[in-house]
């Protein structure tokens, strides 16, 4: 199965993320049908995972993995991937909701087309 670069998107283009918000929304616009969508979403100030979940255009995306550092500069990373039943609304909303709206947290998002859904199996941990 060969799978290529769609399209990306990110939620703040400038030097300031989402703060003081329970959940934030940005758009996406894929330019073929996806066949699979990955979330990147960061945060700075905290070394705690704050975010609940990720949509794309109403459908939840699963927690593939989490990493943060204890350092200077506190921070945490998620990645969040769907691979089947992916909408194509053109353009697709991403939502991202969070548990806690103190730290500044900034997303991007990109999407593939394949030849079948990129679906996966099995345990990440």
């Known amino acids: 199965m060969a799978v290529a670069f769609d399209d990306s998107s990110e939620s703040h283009s ?3 993320g989402s703060t003081f918000q329970t959940s934030f929304t940005f758009s996406h616009d894929p330019v073929g049908i996806p066949s699979g969508v990955v979330v990147f979403v960061l945060g700075k100030g905290t070394t705690h995972d704050i975010i609940s979940g990720v949509t794309y255009d109403g459908v939840a995306l699963a927690l593939v993995t989490f990493a943060d550092t ?3 500069e506190n921070g945490f ?3 969040w991937f769907l ?3 992916i909408p194509t609304t053109d353009p697709a909303d991403i939502v991202v909701s969070r ?3 103190a730290a500044e947290v900034y997303a991007v998002a990109a999407t593939v087309t394949a030849d079948r859904n990129t679906e996966t199996f099995g345990d990440f941990d």
Request: proline share 0%; no cysteine.
């Open 14 to 16: 400038g030097t300031a």
């Open 70 to 72: 204890v350092s200077a």
């Open 77 to 79: 990373s998620t990645a």
């Open 83 to 85: 691979g089947d039943s």
């Open 99 to 101: 548990t806690s709206n």
